[in-house]
């Protein structure tokens, strides 16, 4: 087999409730730049990564998947999948001009378009070629109910709703108000408003300090939260180290990491208690798959963002045995063949060949932003 093409596409989709933010993003739409990867078979291979969709960033990311890795890719074997990961670092050479950030971004998009041929060769979902078992359940947990947005009574409202009608076990919500008394309120009445038995997890999204985290981050304690997500600046391995040994939560990040070097400092540093890659930021499921071996290593869990919304990185979590849950924000699920589905709190197998990846013509008409 032999790729004959990769045409880029650019879609911008709207996030449900018209607007959300963190601690340091507003989001009105959710960004994906990525590519169709054509074969001289009739099997196409679909994969993007995730932005807020900014469009002079986002045609960066395309520009980087055509421009630089397209060319490389033309009359290569799609499933050579660990090679040509390897030529598209090296040969242009992206190492040169970055090892994280759009170059990895790209890369990953292109990988995750190349899992999704080589599932779709082999006749299989994703998940039966890594090797995974029907029988594994993926927990879902909700972060799209726990915006720093939303006033208290809503937040609560739609946190409770999402735990009693909707099945989830498991919330996440959002600190890094500019007071973070007002962030330990919140936590408060959502963990009032859940009951006990929910596990809660709370996200600053790096916005706060050193001296905020010292502070705040024992006393989430008593809110029994499972997790407190990325409390300092993304790089700051030291800074993590030293909460991990003063405050008893445990730590979680890794979404704004971009591949395994930056995971290891972390673990290697006891700066990280769960590993939260992002395959379509940090090198695709290639890249996740290394990124887990290290959890597994390390005896740590691993967690991953929800950067593809959940399509390709559904069927790694199910394959690795680190793998313990998987986000869930449900902002794109009308824009493929086969979204992510979730009962009772766990996602449901995927049951097509391929990555699950496979946009719809509509969306790809629908929410094209690329002129
Ligand atoms: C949504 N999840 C996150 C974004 C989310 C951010 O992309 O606003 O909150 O990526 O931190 O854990
Ligand atoms: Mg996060």
Redesign the pocket.
């Known amino acids: 087999m032999k790729i004959t093409a990769v045409e880029p596409f650019l879609l911008h989709v709207p996030v449900t409730g018209g607007s959300?933010?963190?601690s340091t993003?507003v989001?009105t739409h959710?960004g994906m730049p990525g590519c169709r990867i054509l074969t001289d078979t009739d099997l196409v291979g679909y994969g993007y990564t995730?932005t807020?969709a900014s469009l002079a960033l986002d045609k960066l990311l395309t520009s980087c998947i055509t421009e630089v890795y397209g060319p490389l890719l033309l009359g290569e074997d799609p499933r050579e999948i660990q090679a040509l990961h390897q030529k598209l670092l090296h040969d242009p050479p992206t190492h040169w001009v970055g090892r994280a950030g759009i170059t990895q971004m790209a890369l990953s998009a292109v990988d995750l378009a190349l899992w999704d041929i080589k599932a779709k060769a082999a006749a299989e979902p994703l998940w039966c070629l890594l090797g995974g078992s029907p029988e594994k359940n993926v927990e879902a947990y909700n972060?799209d109910c726990g915006w720093l947005d939303r006033a208290q009574g809503k937040l609560v409202d739609d946190c409770r709703r999402m735990v009693e009608e909707e099945g989830f076990a498991a919330v996440?919500m959002?600190v890094g108000k500019s007071d973070p008394n007002e962030d330990l309120a919140r936590v408060e009445a959502v963990r009032k408003g859940i009951g006990p038995k929910p596990r809660l997890m709370v996200?600053a999204?790096a916005k706060w300090d050193m001296a905020t985290a010292l502070e705040f981050g024992p006393r989430l304690a008593e809110f029994d939260v499972t997790w407190l997500?990325?409390p300092l600046w993304h790089d700051d391995v030291t800074g993590h180290a030293q909460l991990a040994k003063e405050i008893e939560i445990p730590l979680a990040l890794g979404?704004s990491l971009y591949n395994l070097d930056q995971f290891r400092e972390f673990v290697l540093a006891e700066a990280v208690h769960c590993l939260?890659p992002d395959a379509s930021r940090c090198g695709g499921i290639t890249g996740l798959w290394e990124i887990a071996d290290l959890g597994r290593t390390y005896d740590l869990p691993v967690s991953p963002?929800?950067?593809d919304m959940m399509q390709a990185q559904i069927h790694a979590v199910i394959a690795h045995s680190a793998c313990v849950q998987l986000?869930f924000?449900p902002w794109t699920l009308h824009c493929f063949e086969e979204p992510v589905s979730i009962q009772d709190g766990f996602y449901q197998l995927p049951e097509s060949p391929g990555a699950s990846t496979t946009l719809t013509c509509e969306a790809l008409e629908k929410y094209s932003v690329l002129s």
Request: cysteine-free; glycine content about 10%.
């Open positions: 959300i933010a963190d993003h989001v959710w995730g807020h972060t996440k959002k996200d999204n997500e990325e979404e939260q963002h929800h950067g986000e924000i």
